[in-house]
């Protein structure tokens, strides 16, 4: 009888291997590596975008696909801390050129930080793309889109296309330099969008009333909520009677509007005295429809609903009153006409 004690099993148990998912899910990260889509050399965006607003995407493309998130929230000091941008108004335009490029969505909430998500497939090219949406290498190869590879294709046709191509790129750089620190601080708002707009009209697209009054915190930081809110409700009555213009026209309208409100009144010259003389009918004449034609004339003394033939012959009658030389005379000024607007006028 054998020693049951002993006695092996017939059937042995069998050691199953499940799949790490844990060690699968974190694997992007313990990698240390951020994925980058193809499409972004592939359709020439990094070549299309200015440095910042790719410095703000790689950023946005971390926060997200980084982390495999679609969206995240960030703020603007985020972006200048990571990107090493200096200013927020830069930010600002480099978000505004990403949107524009439809490269990204903003959700934007009032209290709330913004929301950013990549939509790098609706991409807007400003470039003629390639055949059969491949991009081009100078030594005769094609990257395809969807397969992510390359295929070779014959030399020729395209390689004279590509250097055509170059060549004009090379000509336009010469006239539009993008670095240029004239254009530094110029502030873009939805300039993509070429649609004109009533500003009533504007208010149901974008975010108008917060954009303009973070335009003007900008612009002076010591204006207060309430002055914000009284220019904007000023602003909103002279708008009534404006065309319609883009959302970069209503912005620079704007823009101008708080830098004459808070630039310190000009001194007047005393060396004009001696040049004095009052103005003829026949000045009077000219002057009046270049004062009103002057936008930043207009925007301040033009009624509401008031025509322009009516608004000119409410001017030329004011011209010649005294009490409204010294209102008159510095844009009379501006426009060329240096005289000393006395009580002789």
């Given at each position: 009888?054998?020693?049951?004690?002993?006695?092996?099993?017939?059937?042995?148990?069998?050691?199953?291997?499940?799949?790490?998912?844990?060690?699968?899910?974190?694997?992007?990260?313990?990698?240390?590596?951020?994925?980058?889509?193809?499409?972004?050399?592939?359709?020439?965006?990094?070549?299309?975008?200015?440095?910042?607003?790719?410095?703000?995407?790689?950023?946005?493309?971390r926060q997200t696909l980084g982390f495999d998130?679609?969206?995240?929230?960030?703020?603007?000091?985020?972006?200048?801390?990571?990107?090493?941008?200096?200013?927020?108004?830069?930010?600002?335009?480099?978000?505004?050129?990403?949107?524009?490029?439809?490269?990204?969505?903003?959700?934007?909430?009032?209290?709330?930080?913004?929301?950013?998500?990549?939509?790098?497939?609706?991409?807007?090219?400003?470039?003629?793309?390639?055949?059969?949406?491949?991009?081009?290498?100078?030594?005769?190869?094609?990257?395809?889109?969807?397969?992510?590879?390359?295929?070779?294709?014959?030399?020729?046709?395209?390689?004279?296309?590509?250097?055509?191509?170059?060549?004009?790129?090379?000509?336009?750089?010469?006239?539009?330099?993008?670095?240029?620190?004239?254009?530094?601080?110029?502030?873009?708002?939805?300039?993509?969008?070429?649609?004109?707009?009533?500003?009533?009209?504007?208010?149901?697209?974008?975010?108008?009333?917060?954009?303009?009054?973070?335009?003007?915190?900008?612009?002076?930081?010591?204006?207060?909520?309430?002055?914000?809110?009284?220019?904007?409700?000023?602003?909103?009555?002279?708008?009534?009677?404006?065309?319609?213009?883009?959302?970069?026209?209503?912005?620079?309208?704007?823009?101008?509007?708080?830098?004459k409100l808070v630039a310190p009144k000009?001194?007047?010259?005393?060396?004009?005295?001696?040049?004095?003389?009052?103005?003829?009918?026949?000045?009077?004449?000219?002057?009046?429809?270049?004062?009103?034609?002057?936008?930043?004339?207009?925007?301040?003394?033009?009624?509401?609903?008031?025509?322009?033939?009516?608004?000119?012959?409410?001017?030329?009658?004011?011209?010649?009153?005294?009490?409204?030389?010294?209102?008159?005379?510095?844009?009379?000024?501006?426009?060329?006409?240096?005289?000393?607007?006395?009580?002789?006028?």
């Amino acid at each position: 009888m054998p020693n049951l004690a002993h006695a092996l099993s017939q059937t042995q148990g069998e050691i199953v291997h499940f799949p790490k998912t844990g060690q699968n899910a974190m694997s992007k990260k313990e990698e240390g590596f951020t994925r980058l889509p193809n499409v972004l050399i592939d359709t020439q965006i990094m070549a299309e975008l200015n440095d910042k607003a790719f410095k703000c995407l790689m950023f946005i493309i971390r926060q997200t696909l980084g982390f495999d998130r679609e969206s995240h929230t960030i703020s603007i000091t985020q972006f200048q801390k990571h990107c090493g941008i200096k200013k927020e108004e830069t930010v600002a335009r480099a978000i505004a050129e990403l949107e524009d490029t439809k490269l990204i969505k903003v959700d934007r909430k009032k209290g709330c930080l913004n929301k950013y998500l990549l939509t790098l497939n609706q991409y807007h090219q400003t470039v003629v793309p390639p055949l059969k949406g491949g991009s081009t290498i100078e030594g005769g190869e094609s990257t395809t889109h969807e397969q992510g590879g390359s295929t070779p294709v014959e030399q020729g046709t395209n390689k004279e296309n590509l250097k055509e191509n170059l060549n004009k790129e090379k000509k336009t750089l010469l006239v539009d330099n993008s670095e240029n620190e004239m254009f530094d601080d110029s502030v873009k708002y939805h300039e993509g969008d070429k649609k004109q707009y009533s500003l009533r009209e504007l208010a149901n697209v974008y975010t108008v009333q917060t954009d303009l009054a973070e335009q003007a915190k900008r612009i002076d930081p010591k204006l207060d909520d309430a002055k914000i809110l009284s220019e904007l409700k000023n602003f909103a009555q002279w708008s009534t009677s404006r065309e319609k213009t883009t959302a970069q026209g209503w912005m620079n309208y704007w823009i101008y509007r708080i830098q004459k409100l808070v630039a310190p009144k000009a001194k007047s010259q005393k060396t004009t005295k001696a040049k004095s003389k009052s103005l003829s009918d026949a000045q009077i004449n000219y002057f009046v429809s270049e004062l009103c034609n002057y936008s930043t004339f207009a925007s301040l003394y033009s009624n509401v609903g008031e025509t322009q033939k009516s608004f000119e012959a409410r001017i030329s009658a004011n011209l010649r009153k005294p009490e409204y030389a010294k209102t008159y005379g510095p844009y009379l000024a501006e426009l060329g006409f240096v005289v000393d607007l006395g009580p002789e006028l």
